[in-house]
């Protein structure tokens, strides 16, 4: 596929990208799919499988080679995880909050001293790591009402507050966490820390039981005059929210393409079965209703890959402080509005092929259905994303 917008921005799967998708497709298929029931049915987490993708050199995507990386851009981080999802959407979850929320943040933000630091072991899945900024009373509004504050003593930040429906947090060896260092100067008075789960004062609350993509451990953290050293801190104090900004778009390129893995498993999966239940003597994929769904998520599924690979193209020459406005802003928020509509209606068609089957809790289709719903709430829900496309055609 070749696709060049009016900027020139070619976004063709070369070779390279080709192999690093079939290589990770591969990888999923074998290590990851098996995982998935149990993962779902029990909550259950594998220890071992960030390790697993680590050896497969599937982390670190786009970090150089001399930190432990495979040396490539940020749409073949977007593409692993494209392949993972349509395995496991699970393990998909934790691996793109470990990969893109704090490995490919910490990369693009941190001292050469912190990415010495974590960046091999991550890379290596020796470490596991997460990012924190929702907290229970600051949601769509995550700046305005974050409560969490840290102050300087000495040495040490020590940081106090919650944070709240965070992936990957129980089982987090390292996260980033933004916290209010200047409330007096409200968005321009975060910072952004790099926070150790053996820190003193660092505890999990709980972990969260979810509707879907039931694997990925989601949790409550809590900080209790938690100290954190000086050489911890992410960037510039009170700087926090140009890493916010640049890694929220990044993020939402990358959901962008969590969801079209989703998608293409949901239609490989309805395809699969309307071809083998039969009614009325034949198979249903003979019926026209049948075909129509299927073909809708056809054009659904089409429409995503498109834009998703178009998106990442752009993301992959975000210059530094270029995200949080501007068009690269729109467009991220664009591409996961479509995606996460798109998800939902390709999995609701799919469930319904499988009729009653689908109804069912163990059904692979099922699972799907159920993980679709957060690419619609995660990542700035579909209303803050239209906010955002709407305030950047009006600026």
């Known amino acids: 596929m070749r696709t060049t917008g009016d900027d020139n921005v070619e976004f ?49 995507v786009a970090v150089e080679n001399s930190l432990g990386g495979a040396g490539l851009d940020f749409f073949c981080q977007g593409l692993v995880i494209q392949a993972i999802a349509r395995h496991n959407s699970s393990v998909g979850l934790s691996y793109a909050t470990h990969e893109n929320l704090f490995v490919n943040n910490l990369y693009r933000n941190g001292t050469p001293a912190q990415q010495e630091k974590y960046l091999p072991h991550c890379i290596r899945g020796e470490m596991i790591g997460a990012l924190g900024m929702t907290e229970p009373g600051a949601g769509s509004d995550a700046i305005g009402s974050m409560a969490t504050v840290a102050r300087r003593e000495g040495d040490h930040y020590i940081l106090d507050g919650r ?38 004062g660092f505890s999990v609350a709980q972990t969260l039981s979810k509707m879907g993509n039931r694997g990925s451990p989601t949790g409550e953290l ?35 393409a969590h969801t079209l893995g989703i998608a293409e498993r949901a239609l490989e999966l309805a395809v699969e079965y309307a071809k083998s239940r039969v009614q009325f003597g034949k198979p249903i ?6 075909q129509g769904m ?11 890959r498109r834009m998703v690979y178009y998106t990442l193209a752009r993301c992959n020459g975000m210059r530094e402080g ?13 591409t996961v509005l479509l995606c996460g509509r798109s998800l939902m209606e390709v999995c609701d068609n799919a469930l319904q092929i499988h009729g009653g089957m689908g109804y069912m809790w163990e059904m692979e289709v099922n699972r799907l259905y159920r993980a679709a719903k957060i690419f619609e709430i995660g990542a700035g829900t579909n209303e803050i994303r239209r906010l955002i496309i709407a305030g950047e055609l009006l600026s």
């Open 222 to 256: 809590v900080f209790e005059r938690c100290r954190v050293p000086v050489e911890n801190l992410l960037g510039q104090e009170n700087k926090g929210i140009a890493i916010m900004m640049s890694g929220l778009d990044l993020e939402r390129a990358i959901v962008g």
């Open 322 to 334: 270029e995200g949080g406005r501007g068009e690269i802003h729109k467009l991220t928020a664009a």
């Open 163 to 200: 944070k709240l429906f965070i992936t990957n947090g129980p089982i987090a060896d390292v996260m980033i966490i933004y916290a209010k260092t200047a409330k007096e100067l409200g968005a321009k008075g975060v910072s952004a820390f790099l926070v150790e789960k053996g820190f003193p």
């Open 12 to 60: 063709e799967l070369s070779g390279d990208r080709a192999a690093i998708l079939e290589t990770a497709d591969r990888f999923a298929r074998k290590e990851l799919a098996p995982l998935f029931s149990r993962m779902d049915a029990e909550e259950w987490w594998p220890e071992d499988v960030m390790r697993k993708i680590g050896a497969a050199g599937l982390i670190g």
């Open 285 to 290: 994929a003979s019926f026209q209703m049948v």
């Open 294 to 304: 299927l073909a809708d998520m056809y054009v659904a599924v089409e429409s995503m």
